[in-house]
């Protein structure tokens, strides 16, 4: 599975069964910036055009677009937590980083 990306900007994409859509957003930044479109190819074109509008509202505004968020998450815990996190990466077979990614994926 693949993520769209444009200029830096990821779009995060539902289906809507009940308008029989896909419907996005950018993701990663506060502002609300939305798209939808009925097939992918125009989801695509859709996504594009709201982040190209994001940046020109902002210019436009005199102010900076929002950056998404990089992806880097530096964490201080205790040593315990540290060598019990390493530990449950090796016993799933994933590095610390893979392994860390995907439970504060799931967490609620």
């Not at 994409?13 to 896909?22: K, L």
């Not at 505004?61 to 449950?88: F, I, N, T």
């Amino acid at each position: 599975m693949s993520t769209m990306i444009y200029k830096g900007y990821a779009a995060k994409i539902e289906y809507s069964d009940e308008d029989v859509c896909f419907i996005g957003h950018i993701a990663g930044i506060k502002d609300v910036v939305g798209f939808h479109a009925d097939s992918v190819k125009e989801l695509r074109a859709a996504f594009i055009e709201a982040v190209d509008d994001y940046l020109a509202t902002c210019e436009k505004l005199g102010r900076a677009p929002q950056k998404p968020y990089s992806g880097k998450l530096m964490l201080r815990v205790p040593p315990e937590v540290h060598a019990h996190a390493a530990m449950m990466a090796e016993a799933h077979g994933k590095s610390l980083n893979q392994w860390a990614a995907d439970v504060l994926m799931y967490a609620n």
